[in-house]
């Protein structure tokens, strides 16, 4: 079900916890899962907006962009002609949510108390901590919320933008955005030119980290399906349904850490990764300090 297909996804991204080949493995779930019917979809959004599909839309591709664990977009027109992306969530699911969320809590709570590993990851936080990530991406008003706020943050970097919002179409369970013109990272099969891809990675990481630091809206996930290379050569994020803003004691934390890697200092590296909760303070620091800086020799 979607809550784990997001588990995996959430674990795909933790070298800390699993090996390469099961990271690699659970990688596989940013793909797409089996699609919604059409007239679910219509179902949605005659619910949400009160009105007949054709009182809203001038034309919808029934054949959807994606289909993903907790929603389906589609390809649409507004009545004015505008290109939109249609995200409508998935029925029954918030239900289903909370009947696996409970299997979640039961399996962290059995691995806490049984296994070593279980207590020394503190799996019952992690996830607590899933579970606040997943209720906020059911409810579109907070994706669509966070798209703004990133889009803002983004100004700065003319390279990367976010889709605008239709506030007037959007509720919990459908999100109307701007459509960006352009395909997903994930289905590059041929790769540009290096010396554009490091323009537009430097863009990227130059667009998030500075947001991190400002204290601003940043992706929190933004694997290659969720980084579209636009038509006009530059790069569009979208899916904000995970999304952050670090407090002034994180941005301290974040800014300590980029000053280690910078300076190749493992100790001061440790003590950053300590002071934000990445590591524990209990582990042998002699043995974090001599990893981190393996790490940091290695080119």
């Given at each position: ?8 996804q959430?674990l795909?991204?933790r ?6 080949a ?8 940013h793909g797409s899962?089996?699609?919604?019917p059409?007239?679910?979809v219509?179902?949605?959004?005659r619910?949400e907006?009160?009105l007949g599909i ?5 034309e ?11 929603a389906q977009a589609?390809?649409?027109k507004l ?5 939109v992306?249609?995200?409508?969530r998935?029925?029954?699911l918030?239900?289903?949510v ?14 806490e108390?049984?296994?070593t ?5 503190q799996v019952t936080?992690?996830v607590?901590e899933?579970s606040d990530?997943?209720h906020?991406?059911?409810d ?5 919320r966070h798209?703004?706020e990133?889009g803002?943050?983004m ?5 990367v933008?976010?889709p605008?919002i239709?506030n007037?179409?959007t509720s ?5 955005m701007?459509r ?11 790769g ?6 490091r323009?537009?990675?430097d863009?990227?990481c130059?667009?998030q980290?500075?947001a991190?630091l400002?204290g601003e ?5 933004p694997?290659p399906g ?7 050569g530059d790069l569009?994020?979208i899916d904000?349904g995970?999304a952050?803003r670090?407090?002034?004691?994180e941005r301290a934390?974040?800014?300590q850490?980029?000053v ?5 200092q493992p ?6 990764m300590?002071?934000i909760?990445a ?5 042998d ?5 001599r990893a981190?800086s393996q790490?940091?020799?290695?080119d």
């Open positions: 079900g979607g809550v784990f297909i997001k588990l995996g959430l795909a991204t070298p800390d916890l699993l090996p390469p099961a990271m690699a493995e659970l990688g596989r779930l899962a089996a699609p919604l059409e007239d679910q219509a179902q949605v959004i619910e907006t009160g054709e009182e809203v839309f001038s919808v591709d029934w054949n959807p962009l994606g289909s993903a664990s907790i589609h390809a649409a009545l004015d002609g505008r290109a992306v249609v995200k409508v998935r029925p029954g918030r239900e289903q909370e009947r696996d969320l409970a299997i979640a809590r039961w399996l962290a709570r059995t691995a108390r049984r296994t590993w279980g207590a020394q990851y936080s992690l607590d899933f990530v997943l906020g991406e059911l579109f008003h907070v994706e669509a798209a703004i990133a803002a943050a100004d700065r970097q003319p390279r933008v976010a605008q239709i007037s179409l919990e369970r459908m999100l109307v701007e960006l013109p352009g395909v997903p990272l994930s289905s590059q099969t041929s540009m030119e290096p010396a554009r891809g323009l537009l990675a863009a990227l130059i667009s980290v500075q991190m400002k809206r940043f992706h929190g996930d694997h969720n980084v579209l290379v636009l038509d006009s569009g994020l904000f995970i952050g670090l407090d002034t004691f934390s974040v800014f850490m980029l280690a890697i910078k300076l190749q100790s001061l590296l440790h003590e950053a300590v002071s909760g590591v524990s303070p209990t582990r620091p002699d043995e974090i300090e981190l790490f940091l020799a290695a």
